[in-house]
């Protein structure tokens, strides 16, 4: 390692600082794990941070840092990351699905706290702002009902530093939190209009129809999100869908609109594939996980969504995260192969080279 792969790339402009036009595209691998793990943070320093969903019993920490060797670490510490349903669930991390950097250098945790997607821990879901300078917890905000229900999977989240709000999309029921980070309030949105729910799809990933081992096809209500480079739109797109819909975050944060008004804001963008995963990226393109096509795929608001990278390596892409030195990072979760894939998990880094 790092294996270098070279690649076809059918893109137009330039997508961030590495990732641009004219220039090779090359995917490298960084890391790979036994363990399935879904998000992943990169930090301005370069700190690669992962988490690893309790989807199974061979889950001994959540989240973890990816160390140069490839190792990986409980983080911020070993008892956080204990967990048994012995334990409160308020005190350690349950069931954590997404990691994240913001803007100003935070690493933010989301727990949705549902193991195995069996129900809600009581106390579990919550949101974490860890300083990176101490490794220590600087904020949690936490979720109960009528905000979380039962079946709730709090799945990702992206924050706006300069007006303090979190957006979290809810695959478990549809829907989108937004959390008032300064007052630690939450509000459940748009619960009840498409644009959150599954299309009721049966997704084909590697050419086999995505089932349960029972033969029921998941419905995976909204799940990939987005926040533009200004914090003025919001994106998103159910993970059973293939409609991309973004809706002005002033309507989100307005507390006197109505149910019908605010579903009268959702804008609908066009079909861009079944994704997981999306992220703005620092010129304004989103970039997305082609689930159904082994890739990785760009849209800018207005046009269409291009293929950027397609692999067979690319085996369910689920989370990305910009390093640094503007590299795209994505991790691979084969969710669609089952709990013993014929490989490791891994992370790979898409970037230009001449």
């Not at 792969?5 to 691998?29: D, F, N, Q, W």
């Not at 967990?83 to 991390?93: I, K, N, V, Y």
């Not at 954590?96 to 879901?125: H, K, N, T």
């Amino acid at each position: 390692m790092p294996l270098l792969l070279s690649l076809v790339l059918l893109m137009t402009g330039c997508a961030s600082y590495k990732i641009c036009r004219h220039v090779k595209p090359v995917l490298t691998e960084v890391a790979r794990s036994d363990r399935q793990w879904t998000g992943i943070a990169v930090s301005r320093d370069g700190r690669i941070f992962v988490n690893y969903p309790r989807w199974s019993d061979n889950v001994p920490f959540s989240v973890g840092e990816l160390h140069p060797d490839g190792s990986v670490s409980p983080y911020p510490d070993a008892e956080l990351n204990r967990w048994e349903p012995t334990l409160a669930a308020a005190e350690h991390f349950v069931c954590v699905q997404s990691v994240v950097v913001d803007r100003e250098g935070y690493l933010w945790i989301l727990d949705p706290a549902s193991p195995s997607f069996q129900g809600v821990v009581a106390g579990g879901p919550k949101l974490l702002k860890i300083d990176l300078t101490t490794n220590r917890i600087i904020q949690t905000v936490r979720f109960a009902q009528p905000i979380i229900k039962a079946e709730s999977y709090l799945n990702d989240v992206r924050i706006d530093t300069q007006r303090k709000v979190a957006y979290i999309t809810d695959s478990g029921v549809g829907a989108i939190v937004v959390v008032d980070l300064v007052s630690g309030t939450s509000r459940q949105l748009l619960a009840n209009h498409p644009s959150t729910h599954s299309e009721g799809l049966v997704l084909t990933i590697e050419g086999r129809p995505w089932r349960r081992p029972d033969g029921s096809a998941p419905q995976i209500h909204a799940d990939g999100i987005a926040l533009d480079n200004e914090g003025y739109y919001l994106y998103y797109q159910a993970l059973t869908g293939r409609t991309l819909y973004r809706i002005e975050t002033r309507w989100l944060r307005d507390v006197a609109i109505t149910e019908k008004e605010l579903a009268a804001k959702v804008e609908t963008l066009g079909q861009t594939g079944a994704a997981d995963g999306l992220i703005y990226s620092p010129d304004g393109r989103i970039y997305l996980s082609a689930l159904e096509e082994d890739a990785i795929k760009s849209y800018v608001p207005g046009g269409r969504a291009e293929i950027v990278v397609k692999s067979p390596e690319l085996a369910w892409p689920d989370s990305f995260a910009f390093g640094p030195d503007g590299s795209l990072y994505v991790t691979t979760s084969q969710i669609h192969r089952g709990p013993k894939p014929p490989e490791p998990y891994k992370i790979y880094k898409l970037e230009r080279k001449p």
